[in-house]
């Protein structure tokens, strides 16, 4: 955890956790979801692999269908922003704001 915190935001480290053992896990998901490997119910983590593939190669087609619709149109997305002054503008900088 140490090691992973200078890499992420604050705000994120807020919403991930990290379990040392399976009673911990237990309040966030059900044990049954997990592999057996890591003291869950679902079953050995090679099979749970091989049916998640199954899965999707079974959606394939859907898959390509839903790629083709295009529904994002990528003319209109505003470019990444170097700043965040960029991005807000006056608005968003107090540090510039002036009392008199």
């Known amino acids: 955890m140490s090691m992973l ?3 992420v935001k604050r705000n994120l480290l807020g919403i991930i956790h ?10 966030f998901f059900p044990v049954e979801a997990l592999p057996n490997e890591m003291g869950g ?8 692999i091989d049916n ?7 959606f394939r087609p859907w898959f390509l269908q839903d790629e083709g619709i295009g529904r994002v149109n990528e003319s209109l997305r505003v470019g ?7 991005m807000l503008g006056v608005d968003g900088s107090f540090k510039k704001l002036e009392i008199d």
Do not use: Q, V, W
Not at 18 to 27: G, L, P, R, V, Y
Not at 52 to 58: N, Q, R, V
């Open 5 to 7: 915190k200078p890499f």
């Open 18 to 27: 990290f379990h040392t053992n399976i009673k911990s896990a237990e309040k």
């Open 41 to 48: 119910k679902a079953g050995p983590m090679n099979d749970l």
């Open 52 to 58: 998640h593939i199954k899965l999707l190669e079974e």
């Open 80 to 86: 990444k922003f170097e700043a965040a002054d960029d």
